[in-house]
């Protein structure tokens, strides 16, 4: 049963006293991301990110609101406004904590030209929270409130999915060797290179030039250096970890070789691969 007018106030009133502490984070909701935005509100790497790092992902609907005094709210950004929200649970898309029918949270949000801070009621969010330990009902972001809509929904929900297998693929950490070797044909090369992971799960890429083809490259996530292994399909979780965490240029210290002719040539393979992967895009994260 949501609280009375107030209820309300006295909630948030001890809500904002225990959550507005030193170092709390408080993520304010983008001037972008608002209902006039289009669909793109969230890039398939701001959803990876969000899902990857929030204890919980919740659909709500805010069903009241209330603005804490600026005096209360440290660290409050200028044309910002901060705002105790609470609002229905409509859905629990990913968590390993039960979430009651009801929620409460803090979220900063960008004042209109009026110097007004928005109304919310009634719109629906997806929420990257977690918990607050001993209040039950409390959320604290983690990342931004993102409005909700069916093709948001459908494609955080496909990213949640791909985050729940199994055999996902490591986390990428860098670039630990390199080597490159010509064959026997004139422009014939094979180029490997071997990743690190947070997991420690061995990662290659590999790079493979013959002489009027177009080079081919792919990446084995196993211990076996696969000359067959293929490119990642784009919005998958393996192209991710690449796309999204690769350095820029190999590291100096990774080269196994010393001639500068298969430092040069690894390092046009590397960059042919970062140029495939194409940019990591991130819009709200």
């Not at 909630?11 to 006293?17: D, E």
């Not at 659909?59 to 910002?80: F, I, K, S, Y």
Request: aromatic share 6%; proline share 9%.
């Amino acid at each position: 049963m949501l609280p009375s007018a107030r209820n309300m106030r006295l909630l948030k009133a001890c809500f904002t006293a225990a959550i507005l502490i030193p170092g709390a984070a408080v993520f304010a909701q983008d001037s972008s991301v608002s209902e006039t935005t289009p669909t793109m509100v969230a890039s398939y790497a701001d959803l990876v990110g969000l899902a990857e790092r929030a204890p919980m992902v919740a659909l709500v609907e805010v069903v009241d609101q209330a603005q804490v005094e600026n005096a209360r709210a440290p660290g409050l950004e200028p044309g910002h406004a901060r705002l105790y929200l609470e609002a229905k649970t409509t859905a629990l898309l990913a968590g390993r904590t039960p979430i009651g029918e009801s929620v409460a949270y803090l979220v900063d949000v960008p004042l209109d030209s009026k110097e007004k801070a928005p109304k919310l009621k009634k719109q629906r969010f997806i929420l990257f929270a977690a918990p607050v330990s001993g209040r039950p009902g409390a959320l604290q972001l983690v990342g931004p409130q993102l409005p909700a809509s069916p093709d948001l929904e459908a494609r955080l929900r496909g990213v949640i999915a791909q985050l729940a297998q199994p055999d996902r693929p490591p986390m990428v950490e860098g670039v630990r060797d390199v080597i490159s070797v010509p064959g026997n044909l004139a422009g014939e090369s094979e180029t490997q290179m071997f990743v690190d992971t947070s997991s420690g799960a061995p990662v290659s890429l590999s790079v493979i030039r013959r002489p009027g083809q177009p080079p081919q490259w792919g990446v084995s996530w196993s211990e076996i250096v696969d000359q067959a292994a293929s490119a990642p399909e784009p919005e998958t979780i393996e192209w991710y970890r690449l796309a999204c965490s690769l350095p820029r240029e190999l590291p100096e210290g990774a080269f196994l070789q010393n001639d500068r002719e298969s430092i040069a040539r690894a390092r046009e393979d590397y960059a042919f691969i970062l140029d495939q992967l194409g940019p990591c895009i991130r819009i709200v994260e």
